[in-house]
């Protein structure tokens, strides 16, 4: 399952992701994203993580996931990750230093940091 926000009146985009999300699920997602995009030329997104399905992302999805990403590295400033499971802290910690967009993860305990933070950063 995933859910998708936008902030009223900013850049934010935030995502909920439990469990397994289906590949029509993936699509909405991908032009919500798109769309703020064109709207704002730049997004912020917080994404939140619960239990993950396997895998998160369906298979068939996988290779327009990837091709997103690259399309799309300039038109995300900050990317706050909010999961408590511990590698996800590691792999966004490794992330950080290849991507444009500054990312930091959270616990899911500070979600209400994880907003302040992208509402707040330069």
């Not at 985009?13 to 709207?39: N, R, Y």
């Not at 799309?72 to 967009?101: C, E, F, N």
């Amino acid at each position: 399952m995933v859910k998708i926000r936008q902030e009223p009146g900013t850049n934010i985009v935030e995502m909920e992701i439990e469990g397994a999300m289906t590949a029509q699920e993936f699509d909405d997602a991908l032009a919500q994203f798109k769309s703020a995009i064109d709207e704002h030329g730049s997004i912020r997104v917080l994404e939140i993580i619960g239990s993950l399905g396997t895998p998160p992302v369906p298979w068939s999805k996988f290779w327009e996931d990837v091709k997103f990403g690259f399309e799309h590295l300039g038109d995300i400033s900050h990317a706050a990750v909010v999961a408590d499971q511990g590698w996800i802290g590691i792999y966004t910690k490794m992330l950080d230093p290849l991507l444009k967009a500054e990312i930091k993860w959270f616990k899911r305990s500070d979600l209400p940091a994880a907003r302040e933070w992208l509402k707040t950063s330069v």
